[in-house]
C-alpha cells in the first residue's frame, strides 16, 4: 500500500524533477494506516516532530500485547509477581513478531522525505486529487494481492476467506486525507464550544473514573473540554444505508443480509481481501463447510474506501486512529475524554496503552473476572470477550504513540 500510495502521489504532492536539496524545506508529511490483518506485532512509541517528517507507519491487529502494561499499571493497581510470567511471554512474542516491514518502511520514509523536499510548494494542492490518488493505490494494492492469492489458491484455499479492514491517514503540513474501508475508525479531539452539556462531561468523567485503573479524581478538578469528531464512515451492518445498498445489489437474495451479517458471515460491508464474498471462483474454492451460498455473480461486498479531508485548525488537539475493538467498549467521546484526562495527569505517559488498557479492564469487568485473570486467558479464547484492539494516537503537537493487544 505504501508503495502504490507513493506512485500514486506522484505529480500531486510531489514532483520527480530533482532539484536542491534544501535541508530548509519545510515540507513534513506522515502517513499512517492501521489495518486489521492476520500479523501481529506489539509495541507503543512516541516521537518527535522531526521524526514526524515523511514518516511511514503501520499498525497492525494482533492478540500480543505490548509489556509495557506492566509498568504502567503500577500506577493504579498493584502488578502481582505471579504474573510475571505472562509480561515475559509478552515480550518474547514482541520479539518474535519484529516484521521486516520496519525496512520497507524506513526506505520509503527516506524516499518520501527526498521527494516531497524537492517541491517548491509553489502550487496549490488539489485534495480531490489526493484523495482519489489513495483510493487508487488502495485498488491496485488489492488487485495486485488477489494476483499473488490467485497463484496461491490450490494449496492455500483458506485465502479466500483472508481479509481486512483499512485506515489510512496521510498528513502533510496542515492538511489530513482519511481514506477507510470497514469498520475501524479516525476520531479527531477539538476543543468545544463554551459551556456545552456540563451535565454530560460530570456523568463520563465519572464513569471514567469508577472504572479506570488510573485514580482519576473528580475532585481534581480536571473536566473534559475537548469533544470528539469522527472524520471516518463505518461500513458494517449497523449502517442500514451499508444493508439497503447490499439488499438492492443482490434482490433475488433473500439471505443477503442475514443475523446482522453479510450472508451470515461478515459483520463489515467493504473490506479488503475477503475474496469469497466478492467473487464465486473464489467461494468455490473453499471446502463446502466454509462456503456460502453464491447467487448471481454480483460482490456482496467491495473495496470502495470513504475519503475525507481535513485542515486542521487551532480546535484540533490530537487524532485517533483505532480498529473497532476499541469502539466495543467506547463511545467516540469516551475515548476522546478518556485520552484528555490521562495527558493532564500523566503527560509523559502512552495514552494508546492506557486505552488498550482500559478496554481489558472493561472486557474483564462485563465477564465478571480479574483484569489479570482475563490476560491469562489464551489469545485465541479471549476472542469470546474483547475484539483485537489497534490504536495509534497522534498529537499535532508532534507525538506518536501506538498500542496493540
Request: charged share 30%; aromatic share 8%.
Given at each position: ?32 494506516s ?23 507507519s ?60 524537492r ?22 494494492t ?21 481479509g ?24 479527531l ?45 463505518d ?83 490530537f ?49 465478571g ?20 484492539v ?16
Open positions: 500500500l505504501y508503495s502504490y500510495v507513493q506512485k500514486e502521489l506522484k505529480g500531486l504532492l510531489w514532483d520527480d524533477n530533482p532539484k536542491s536539496e534544501s535541508s530548509s524545506s519545510s515540507s513534513s508529511s506522515s502517513i499512517m492501521c489495518t486489521t490483518l492476520n500479523s501481529a506485532e506489539s509495541r507503543s512509541s512516541s516521537c518527535s516532530s522531526s521524526d514526524m517528517e515523511a514518516s511511514v503501520r499498525c497492525c491487529e494482533s492478540e500480543n500485547y505490548a509489556s509495557g502494561l506492566e509498568s504502567s499499571a503500577k500506577r493504579g493497581k498493584n502488578f502481582k509477581g505471579k504474573f510475571k510470567g505472562v509480561a515475559t511471554k509478552w515480550e518474547e512474542n514482541q520479539r518474535r513478531w519484529k516484521c521486516e516491514w520496519d525496512r520497507e518502511r524506513l526506505e520509503l520514509d527516506r524516499r518520501l522525505k527526498e521527494q516531497w523536499n517541491n517548491d510548494g509553489s502550487k496549490s494542492t488539489n485534495h480531490s486529487d489526493v484523495l482519489v490518488a489513495l483510493s487508487q493505490a488502495l485498488k491496485k488489492e488487485e495486485a494481492y488477489f494476483d499473488v492469492a490467485d497463484k496461491m489458491l490450490d494449496e492455500n484455499p483458506e485465502l479466500a476467506l483472508m481486512s479492514c483499512v485506515l489510512a491517514m496521510l498528513m502533510k503540513g496542515e492538511d489530513i486525507y482519511v481514506m477507510n474501508v470497514g469498520d475501524s475508525r479516525a476520531v479531539a477539538q476543543n468545544k464550544e463554551p459551556d456545552l452539556r456540563l451535565g454530560k462531561i460530570d456523568q463520563d468523567l465519572e464513569r471514567i473514573n469508577e472504572e479506570s485503573l488510573y485514580d482519576f479524581q473528580v475532585s481534581d478538578g480536571v473536566k473534559p473540554s475537548l469533544t470528539a469528531y469522527q472524520l471516518t464512515m461500513h458494517s451492518t449497523s449502517v442500514e444505508e451499508e444493508v439497503l445498498r447490499i439488499r438492492d445489489e443482490h434482490p433475488d437474495d433473500a439471505c443477503a443480509v442475514v443475523n446482522d451479517r453479510v450472508k451470515g458471515s461478515l459483520k463489515v460491508t467493504r473490506a479488503f481481501g475477503a475474496g469469497f464474498l466478492k467473487q464465486p471462483k473464489w467461494n468455490d474454492a473453499l471446502l463446502e463447510m466454509f462456503r456460502i451460498d453464491y447467487i448471481g455473480t454480483s460482490p456482496y461486498i467491495n473495496c470502495l474506501p470513504s475519503l475525507y479531508h481535513h485542515r486542521l485548525g487551532s480546535k484540533d488537539q487524532l485517533i486512529l483505532s480498529s473497532d475493538g476499541l469502539y466495543q467498549y467506547f463511545t467516540n467521546e469516551e475515548a476522546v475524554a478518556e485520552v484528555e484526562l490521562f495527558f493532564s495527569l500523566y503527560p509523559e505517559g502512552d495514552p494508546a496503552q492506557h486505552l488498550v488498557e482500559e478496554v481489558l479492564l472493561r472486557a474483564a469487568k462485563k465477564a473476572m480479574d483484569f489479570y485473570e482475563l490476560l491469562e486467558i489464551p489469545q485465541g479464547d479471549r476472542r469470546k470477550y474483547h475484539d483485537d489497534s490504536i495509534i494516537i497522534i498529537s499535532f503537537e508532534g507525538r506518536i504513540w501506538k498500542s496493540f493487544v
